[in-house]
């Protein structure tokens, strides 16, 4: 990769290949300086004591390497030139593409034949095992497992392809059926419309996988749905919705077992660049918050648009599991839901963390 470089008064502009250019401010050159004294190779920590550095300070001097993929520049505090790689600086200007957050969706319907695996070809994967699966909810957002025999075991060796199983106030690994007992809609054979799971917890799970361990019900089918298809659509179609949906939090809230848990965000939780992150839905823990009357004619709008689009069969997927198939879904991207049921069916699942699957990801992309 071949750059050329132009220094101002207080930053370098670097331009790239596709004439396009970044801006790198010298104090943040400094900061991030990769010689030995200013950062650590073996923990990838840095060294340097930045509020120590002038925040006027300026190289001494700048050149390019002979190919033109590399920046030298000497600063007044060292005493040898510090190269700055061109494949670093376009990382830190955040166009690296294989970062988790930036990987190309494939925004989907209904009619989306999702990928589909054994869990063993996931387990004898080389060089890694679970690279299909993670990339999988990385693009499509989820994938249906087959033969994953062993119940609890299943949903373990599951998880390990993803991280770590997270402990929550159901536990690590749960298994449930229909049980009136609970204090969640989940335990009934009532249908269960499509929604995020945990929207009353700061960290909402980053993966969720449910294990079919035995259905001898009529009815039941599960529905997963791209909240990030619909967020397109939205946007599109109805961008003041969109907006409101962007920027007004909703307090999701569990009550039951001994606990009071609440957290709030937005329906579409977008970053600082305006990118989406996370979609965050569940009408049934939403807690009873009282907004403004201006606010909340503003709100129930917008749930009435995007919970219509949500419950529209043209969006959803549906599919009745057998025993031994699981489906593993980034609930941050995907809404699942049920079909009503009549008789026995048993589930097994757990969480897993969302900054260990982007995690995977990254390390996947890297090797």
């Given at each position: 990769m071949k750059i050329a470089a132009l220094a101002t008064g207080t930053s370098l502009e670097v331009t790239w290949q596709d004439g396009s250019t970044t801006v790198f401010p010298f104090l943040w050159l400094r900061d991030n300086a990769q010689d030995p004294d200013s950062y650590d190779a073996r923990s990838n920590q840095r060294e340097v004591f930045t509020a120590q550095l002038p925040q006027d300070i300026k190289p001494v001097s700048i050149s390019l390497t002979e190919a033109g993929a590399a920046i030298q520049i000497q600063w007044p505090d060292q005493s040898a030139p510090v190269t700055y790689a061109a494949a670093f600086l376009l990382r830190a200007?955040?166009?690296?593409?294989?970062?988790?957050?930036?990987?190309?969706?494939?925004?989907?319907?209904?009619?989306?034949?999702?990928?589909?695996?054994?869990?063993?070809?996931?387990?004898?994967?080389?060089?890694?095992?679970?690279t299909s699966l993670v990339n999988a909810l990385a693009h499509q957002g989820f994938a249906l497992l087959e033969n994953c025999d062993?119940?609890?075991s299943a949903v373990q060796q599951i998880a390990d392809l993803l991280g770590y199983v997270r402990e929550t106030i159901f536990g690590g690994i749960w298994s449930f059926e229909a049980d009136e007992t609970m204090a969640d809609s989940a335990y009934t054979p009532r249908m269960l419309r499509p929604h995020t799971d945990a929207t009353y917890s700061h960290d909402a799970p980053g993966v969720q996988i449910l294990l079919c361990t035995a259905n001898e019900s009529e009815g039941g089918e599960s529905i997963m749905v791209d909240g990030f298809r619909v967020a397109r659509d939205i946007a599109r179609a109805r961008p003041e919705i969109f907006q409101t949906l962007c920027n007004v939090p909703i307090e999701g809230e569990y009550r039951g077992d001994g606990v009071v848990l609440r957290a709030e965000r937005p329906v579409f939780r977008c970053n600082r660049s305006g990118q989406l992150v996370q979609v965050s839905f569940n009408n049934y823990d939403r807690s009873r918050k009282l907004f403004s009357a201006e606010a909340s004619?503003?709100?129930?709008?917008?749930?009435?648009?995007?919970?219509?689009?949500?419950?529209?069969?043209?969006?959803?997927?549906?599919?009745?599991?057998?025993?031994?198939?699981?489906?593993?879904?980034?609930?941050?991207?995907?809404?699942?839901?049920?079909?009503?049921?009549?008789?026995?069916?048993?589930?097994?699942?757990?969480?897993?963390?969302?900054?260990?699957?982007?995690?995977?990801?990254r390390s996947l992309a890297s090797a």
């Open positions: 200007a955040g166009w690296q593409e294989n970062e988790y957050a930036l990987a190309d969706r494939e925004l989907w319907q209904g009619d989306l034949s999702p990928p589909q695996f054994s869990l063993l070809q996931l387990q004898e994967e080389a060089p890694k095992p679970g062993g119940e609890k004619q503003r709100l129930y709008a917008a749930i009435a648009v995007v919970e219509t689009y949500f419950n529209d069969p043209v969006y959803q997927w549906r599919h009745r599991l057998a025993a031994g198939q699981a489906l593993v879904f980034d609930n941050w991207r995907v809404l699942h839901g049920r079909t009503a049921y009549r008789g026995m069916r048993k589930m097994s699942g757990a969480y897993t963390n969302r900054e260990d699957l982007e995690s995977r990801y």
